[in-house]
C-alpha cells in the first residue's frame, strides 16, 4: 500500500506475536505486533489491529484456529510468524510447517491483504543446548523464503544480524524475546515494509554494557544447567502429558480496535511509547 497507510493490521501466530517476554499476563503483553502497530498508527492513526496469536500453537494449529477468523476481519496488511514450537518438536518436518506457512500466505494475499512474515535467528547460538535444531531452522528459513517469494510476502530477515544473539534481546528463558527483542523486530517489519520513519538501525549492536564480565567454563555450564531445570524441563514435561502453554487460552485482541483501545475482557497493556522513539535496553 502506499506509504504504508494500512487501514487493518491482523497479526496470526504463537507466544512471539502475542508477547510473550514483553509484559506479562498481570499488567498485560505488548510485543512486536504491538509495536509495529504502533509504527503503522503513526503513519496513519485511523489504524485498527487485530492479535490472534496464542502461545504454544503450531503452525498447522495457527492455520486451522486464526486464519478463517484473519479473512474474516479483511485485513489489508497481516503478520504470519509461527514455526518455532514445531521445531522444538521431536518429529519436526520443514516442508510441511512451511506448507501450513504457505497456505495461509496464499489465502491472505489472494483476499487482498499484503502479508508481513520473519525469518528466524539460531537457537544454537542463544542456548547451545539447541545447536541440534540448527541445521532445522536454517531449514524453515529458506522455506519460508521461497514460499515468500511466490506469493509477494515481505520478508523481515531478522535471522541475519549478529545484534539477535546478545542476550539483552531474550528473556530468561532464552527462547522468548525481551522487550528489547521485540522492539527490534517490530522495527525490522517496519523497515521491511519501507513505512515512512524507519531504517536500518534494528540491525546494529546494542550499545556496550558498562562493565562486561566473562564467565568462567564452570560458570557458563551451570547456567546451561540452570536454564535446563527451570525452563527445558518444564517445557518437556507439557510435551509429555500432551498439554501446552496456550492451553485454555484466546486470542489477545479478536477484534479490530484502533490501538490504544482495550479489548473487552482483556487485561491491560503498558503504555505505549511512541512509534521511532528510543526505548531503555534491559539488560
Known sequence: MPNGEYLRYV????????????????????????RLAGHLTAVNPGLQYANLAVRGRLAGQVRAEQLGPALALRPDLATVVAGVNDMLRPRFDAAEVAGQLEEMFAALTAAGAHVATVTFPDLGRIVPLARPVSPRIADLNDRIRAAAARHGVTVAETARPAAVNDPRMWTTD?????????????????HALRLPGSDDSWTLPL?????????SAA?????????????????????????????????????????????????????????????????
Open 174 to 190: 532464552r527462547l522468548h524475546a525481551s522487550s528489547v527483542g521485540h522492539e527490534r523486530i517490530a522495527a525490522a517489519l517496519a
Open 207 to 215: 550499545p556496550p554494557q558498562p562493565h562486561p564480565a566473562g564467565r
Open 11 to 34: 497479526a496470526l501466530g504463537d507466544s512471539q506475536t502475542e508477547g510473550l517476554g514483553d509484559g506479562d499476563d498481570i499488567a498485560g503483553l505488548r510485543g512486536f505486533a504491538d
Open 219 to 283: 560458570a557458563a555450564a551451570a547456567a546451561e544447567l540452570r536454564w535446563a531445570t527451570g525452563f527445558l524441563g518444564p517445557w518437556l514435561g507439557r510435551r509429555l502429558r500432551g498439554r501446552s502453554s496456550g492451553d485454555g487460552r484466546t486470542a489477545k485482541r479478536p477484534q479490530l480496535l484502533p490501538l490504544n483501545a482495550t479489548p473487552t475482557g482483556a487485561a491491560p497493556r503498558p503504555n505505549q511509547p511512541q512509534p521511532n522513539q528510543p526505548q531503555p535496553h534491559q539488560p
